[in-house]
């Protein structure tokens, strides 16, 4: 018998008792189910947490400067020394204060915007636009000039489109709005990311309680060696303080990774605990194919005595319980990659206030799905060989017998 007649009896046999066999791949169908949606939610987190850091750079090494157990200080010029002596590694450098206080438009007092001193360099290095106005330059910088650029929320909700020009109030210190950002998040809303003002890095380091600057962003020539530049700079940075606990040198790339990493470490336990239900779906089929071959036992002894050989009723019961968890696997899939969608859009749904333009996509990938589907198979054809063997090695006079 050829294989294409084998697995035209295959089919017609699976056909003859529909329910039996749906009932037999059902926990061929919800393993392979929840192993997608798994899968896919897992990739979408991951998707998410790679775009949420891009906005924030991750070619950007963020130093924090906080003194403990160590008496000595490290100067803004030496730390723009580091960077501008080092220009294999080090693109650009910009220090950033963040202040904390009142913000005063008009007779509003807002208490949800960020407010932070930054460099003129900054808004290139993060990638930020100017949508009116200009940005911030060296003059305001070295001036400690009293000016600010708002996000596009401020601007429309306090200053109705029209902020350049306007003055607004930082801990009772009156500010000019020069510019305007360009919108960053798909909606304006209070604290979001366009709630939001910056001022020179001097002029904010004179009005914080503290007088100097704690944190520096710094961006590398290349991603690929991020890591070689933290160390440079923690080793820098220790010649100085002679104590690491007097700083801290964070890679954004590194966190990124490190966060892949834990939602990869869930994604395995859970697929883990989904595989289960292959397990069991492969015991479901190895049950109902022993019965199968006990129900069968009069056919077997007739295709023996007409000269079918054990590899003959082997393959035909084993390309059965192959053919069912294929059909398992395939209808498995279509019902994950369903869940999936449904788990996309009501993710975007509950988290869209937050997501600030980021899309989430819980798709699994092609190999996931190749993966799932070769796995469900090879579970039917591991679990059939044994009845399919029971089944190759009857006497054919025993099975003639058989009532």
Do not use: H, W
């Not at 803004?76 to 220090?95: C, G, H, R, T, W």
């Not at 005063?104 to 009116?132: H, L, N, P, R, W």
């Not at 914080?208 to 700079?233: H, N, P, R, W």
């Amino acid at each position: 018998m050829s294989l294409l007649e084998t697995f035209q009896m295959a089919i017609k046999n699976i056909l003859s008792s529909k329910m039996r066999t749906f009932l037999t791949m059902l926990g061929i169908i919800i393993g392979v189910c929840a192993v997608i949606v798994i899968v896919g939610l897992g990739n979408g987190m991951q998707g998410y947490i790679e775009d949420s850091f891009a906005d924030m750079g991750t070619d950007s090494l963020t130093v924090q400067i906080l003194g403990r157990g160590s008496s000595r200080s490290v100067s803004e010029e030496q730390m723009y020394a580091l960077v501008e002596d080092n220009p294999d590694l080090f693109k650009e450098i910009s220090p950033t204060v963040t202040m904390m206080g009142a913000l005063k438009i008009g007779s509003d007092t807002i208490s949800t915007s960020s407010i932070t001193g930054v460099s003129e360099d900054y808004f290139d290095m993060k990638g930020y636009e100017v949508a009116q106005g200009r940005g911030l330059d060296y003059v305001d910088m070295n001036a400690r000039k009293k000016v600010c650029i708002v996000g596009q929320y401020l601007n429309m909700a306090y200053f109705g489109g029209n902020a350049v020009g306007q003055t607004l109030k930082i801990n009772g210190t009156t500010f000019t709005v020069v510019g305007v950002m360009a919108q960053k998040g798909s909606e304006l809303e209070e604290g979001g990311t366009d709630d939001c003002v910056f001022l020179p890095y001097s002029t904010a380091a004179r009005l914080s309680f503290t007088g100097t600057i704690g944190s520096y962003t710094i961006t590398v020539q290349d991603t690929d060696t991020i890591s070689e530049a933290k160390t440079f700079l923690e080793n820098k940075l220790y010649d100085i303080f002679s104590d690491d606990d007097a700083y801290t040198v964070i890679s954004m790339a590194e966190m990124v990774e490190e966060m892949n990493s834990m939602v990869n470490m869930i994604i395995y336990i859970l697929a883990g605990i989904a595989a289960i239900s292959l397990v069991v779906g492969g015991i479901g089929i190895m049950n109902i194919m022993l019965v199968s071959v006990t129900e069968r036992t009069r056919e077997i002894g007739i295709r023996k005595s007409l000269g079918a050989k054990q590899k003959d009723i082997r393959g035909q019961f084993v390309i059965e319980a192959g053919t069912t968890s294929a059909v398992g696997g395939v209808l498995g899939i279509v019902f994950g990659l369903l869940l999936a969608r449904a788990a996309t859009i009501a993710v975007g749904a509950i988290m869209s206030s937050s997501m600030n333009g980021i899309t989430f996509s819980a798709v699994p990938t092609l190999s996931d799905i190749a993966v799932s589907f070769g796995v469900s198979v090879g579970i039917g054809v591991l679990f059939g060989y044994l009845p399919a063997n029971k089944a190759a090695k009857l006497n054919p006079i025993d099975a003639l017998r058989y009532d």
